[in-house]
């Protein structure tokens, strides 16, 4: 099974009996880049991309959790996934990774990574669930909370533009992640990005601090439409 780290001197990673003493690394692959650019924190967003790429990957199943990342910027993003898909096809090229579906699913990035997006839906089509409201900062978003724990991140939802100084990086990095795949957009105010396709949220926490750019507003700040809907169907 593979594992996804970073490390600004390899060091550590070449060193897998300390690592992992139960069961050491057959093959341990190093990334660099040719003319030595990458910075520590260009690495630390690395591995989370290579990560969830990886976890993607069917028929794959990684050592390590998902890795926390780094507060980014798109632009940035945008070189490193495109560095990252060029990792990809090399190592699909070598046989050693991302060998099972098309070339273009594996390069392509988080718009057709496995368990995302929600599927598919016309405006006026409900999703299953029971659709939560938030309002923060004078912007809402919509949610719609799942039998299975998960939440989605209903299209057309507000997504504030910045994010606050105590929020962690990983607001910062879905920013940066759904830019690059096309499905934010800026309003045509300007005052905040719109979501362009359902988004699949771990837990009603993780939604509100994606959408807020902040701690502020957690699972208690989202408030039923129909506080007597079932999770299984769709709201009325």
């Known amino acids: 099974m593979p594992m996804s780290g970073m490390d600004p001197t390899l060091e550590p990673a070449l060193q897998p009996a300390a690592r992992c003493p139960a069961a050491p690394p057959d093959v341990i692959i190093a990334i660099t880049d040719a003319r030595n650019n990458l910075s520590e924190d260009d690495g630390k967003a690395l591995e989370r991309i290579?990560?969830?790429?990886?976890?993607?990957?069917?028929?794959?199943?990684?050592?390590?959790?998902?890795?926390?990342?780094?507060?980014?910027?798109?632009?940035?993003?945008?070189?490193?996934?495109?560095?990252?898909?060029?990792?990809?096809?090399?190592?699909?090229?070598?046989?050693?990774?991302?060998?099972?579906?098309?070339?273009?699913?594996?390069?392509?990035?988080?718009?057709?990574?496995?368990?995302r997006l929600g599927a598919p839906r016309r405006m006026d089509d409900l999703p299953a669930g029971r659709v939560m409201e938030l309002s923060f900062h004078g912007l809402t978003a919509l949610a719609a909370e799942r039998k299975d724990g998960t939440w989605l991140l209903l299209r057309g939802s507000d997504v504030r533009c910045e994010t606050v100084a105590s929020a962690n990086c990983s607001a910062s990095y879905q920013r940066a992640t759904w830019l690059h795949a096309g499905l934010l957009e800026l309003a045509a105010d300007g005052s905040c990005?719109?979501?362009?396709?359902d988004i699949v949220f771990a837990s009603g926490s993780a939604a509100s601090h994606f959408v807020s750019g902040s701690k502020g507003f957690g699972r208690a700040g989202w408030v039923p439409i129909d506080a007597d809907a079932d999770l299984s169907d769709p709201v009325l």
Request: hydrophobic share 40%.
């Open 193 to 197: 990005y719109v979501v362009g396709r």
């Open 50 to 115: 290579l990560w969830a790429r990886i976890a993607a990957d069917a028929g794959t199943a990684l050592v390590n959790s998902v890795p926390d990342g780094v507060a980014i910027d798109p632009e940035r993003y945008d070189d490193l996934s495109l560095f990252l898909g060029q990792v990809a096809l090399t190592l699909r090229q070598s046989g050693l990774l991302f060998l099972n579906g098309s070339t273009r699913e594996q390069i392509a990035g988080p718009r057709t990574e496995p368990g």
